[in-house]
């Protein structure tokens, strides 16, 4: 089923010689491999952050790729090292601390299977414990893509159900308004991407040209809060106007037409950043 594409995912950057060392040991496996990059610019050790990524990629690349994601806070300890395949067919080679919690609960997973590193990481690499990206992700990752190994021969199955999960903010539905969290940015452009649907907001029966109180939190601190315009595009709104619109993944973003929300008002990602979005005008 795998289809000679491998794509790489880290928070490890390109200064130094990490990705090309992963890449190396790929072609080393398969040089006709097709190799590919999610991104590298993870922020350091935050695991929501990978999962949230591969969640936004992963449908658009076809059935049979393999994805190796390595944002590895835990490297060297008992975590374990697996490979998942998703209910669209894709592979999925990663620690388990986390990474696949998005791709669980919104793509689907088939199976788990633990790397077995007798026969599945590079030889004599076995006295080398922080650098499993190279030694057993990658490694591992070009096996599969190449179909070198099967799916059953990556190592013994798990449980789907005790895959390590973070901890995910729920959305409330209030009679007049809705409440979730700021997930993660549009990096470049500093827009807010929030865990709120577009069937969540559409509950409030929303309307282009509407607006709608928005009130930002870091914990119990107010951070923002201000009538915003609804809008299809950026281009809705006034250039340094704010904006609320549903974004590429349909989750209501927060932006500002030619700024960056996120350093306008100092606003961050992660379950402690709550939102919430109030009809000032009720139907």
């Known amino acids: 089923m795998s289809n000679h594409l491998l794509v790489l995912q880290s928070d490890f950057g390109l200064a130094d010689g990490a990705v090309s060392a992963m890449i190396g040991v790929a072609l080393n496996e398969e040089p ?4 590919h990059h999610l991104t590298h610019d993870i922020t350091p050790y935050n695991i929501f952050e990978a999962s949230y990524r591969l969640f936004q990629t992963v449908d658009y690349w076809p059935e049979g790729t393999t994805f190796v994601s390595v944002v590895d806070p835990g490297v060297g300890s008992k975590r374990k090292s697996v490979v998942a395949l998703t209910n669209n067919n894709q592979y999925i080679v990663t620690p388990d601390n986390g990474t696949l919690s998005y791709i669980k609960k919104h793509i689907g997973i088939k199976a788990v299977r633990e790397i077995s590193e007798v026969k599945n990481r590079r030889e004599n690499t076995e006295f080398s414990y922080t650098f499993h990206g190279r030694d057993v992700y990658a490694f591992t990752g070009a096996k599969l893509a190449s179909r070198h190994i099967t799916f059953e021969e990556v190592g013994p199955e798990l449980s789907v159900d005790a895959i390590v999960e973070v901890p995910v903010v729920e959305t409330d539905i209030l009679p007049n308004a ?6 993660i940015l549009d990096v470049r452009f500093g827009s807010l991407w929030t ?16 607006r709608f109180e ?15 315009t609804y809008g299809k595009s950026f281009a809705d709104v006034m250039i340094g106007q704010p904006l609320l619109y549903i974004n590429s993944l349909y989750r209501v973003g927060l932006a500002i037409n030619q700024g960056s929300f996120a350093k306008a008002y100092n606003v961050g990602v992660g379950p402690n950043w709550h939102i919430e979005i109030k009809a000032i005008n009720p139907n």
């Open 195 to 210: 865990s709120i649907t577009r069937e969540n907001f559409y509950t409030m029966s929303p309307e282009f040209g509407d």
């Open 214 to 228: 928005v009130t930002i939190y870091n914990n119990d601190m107010l951070v923002y809060q201000n009538q915003v």
């Open 178 to 183: 809705v409440r979730g969290a700021v997930d």
């Open 32 to 35: 006709t491999l097709g190799i």
